[in-house]
T-cell receptor, first 115, second 114 residues
Framework: NAGVTQTPKFRVLKTGQSMTLLCAQD?????MYWYRQDPGMGLRLIHY???????AKGEVPDGYNVSRLKKQNFLLGLESAAPSQTSVYFC??????????????FGPGTRLTVT | GDSVTQMEGPVTLSEEACLTI???????????LFWYVQYPGEGLQLLLK?????DKGSNKGFEATYRKETTSFHLEKGSVQVSDSAVYFC?????????????FGKGTLLTVNP
């Protein structure tokens, strides 16, 4: 049981390049989330999904797109990277929020630098 | 909107000292409250949680009590260890089930020296 995994762990991009971050979970969770973590800002939600084929915007969605074609995977895309997107990105997954065992399980993170 | 305020760090303690990290929240109704911990180079993991007023969450020697009257969920430990060095995040999720977003505080860095 690997939990939540993220690929890649590190990446350096030049301004204007594109990339996709992959998140996978093997816990059969319905919900999946993408956060970014910046110094002094805590975690901010970028996009989330409440089921296969669904996505929704979080607090800071601009410049990012997501897709959830399979229940176990949640992809985060940067179409044209900007230095302001330099951050550590975390994926998380969970059961339904009303269930007593609700908690969000986090992946190990992807450190992205945009130069 | 909902918000979480944590005491600002960093906090530096000696081994076996007592720890309190303050957390207060603003939310309507009865949110569920969480403490997450992030060890260096890792993702966040749930430390403890409480889902209703007066509940006490506990794990690994850490405790926090859901205080509705003071809208607080302070994290405490009686004797910290070097291995407790990490960033601690307080978080909430609103009641009702219609909002899936965890609202996090900004985190408190704890360093425990031997």
């Amino acid at each position: 049981n690997a939990g939540v995994t993220q690929t890649p762990k590190f990446r350096v991009l030049k301004t204007g390049q594109s990339m996709t971050l992959l998140c996978a979970q093997d816990m059969n969770h319905e919900y999946m989330y993408w956060y970014r973590q910046d110094p002094g800002m805590g975690l901010r939600l970028i996009h989330y999904s409440v089921g296969e084929g669904t996505t929704a915007k979080g607090e800071v969605p601009d410049g990012y797109n997501v897709s959830r074609l399979k229940k176990q995977n949640f992809l985060l895309g940067l179409e044209s990277a900007a230095p302001s997107q330099t951050s550590v990105y975390f994926c998380a997954s969970s059961y339904h929020v009303l269930l007593p065992n609700y908690e969000q399980y986090f992946g190990p993170g992807t450190r992205l630098t945009v130069t | 909107g909902d918000s979480v305020t944590q005491m600002e760090g960093p906090v530096t303690l000696s081994e076996e000292a007592c720890l309190t990290i303050n957390c207060t929240y603003t939310a309507t109704g009865y949110p569920s409250l969480f403490w997450y911990v992030q060890y260096p180079g890792e993702g966040l993991q749930l430390l403890l949680k409480a889902t209703k007023a007066d509940d006490k969450g506990s794990n690994k020697g850490f405790e926090a009590t859901y205080r509705k009257e003071t809208t607080s969920f302070h994290l405490e430990k009686g004797s910290v260890q070097v291995s407790d060095s990490a960033v601690y995040f307080c978080a909430l999720i609103p009641s009702g089930g219609s909002n899936y977003k965890l609202t996090f505080g900004k985190g408190t860095l704890l360093t425990v020296n031997p």
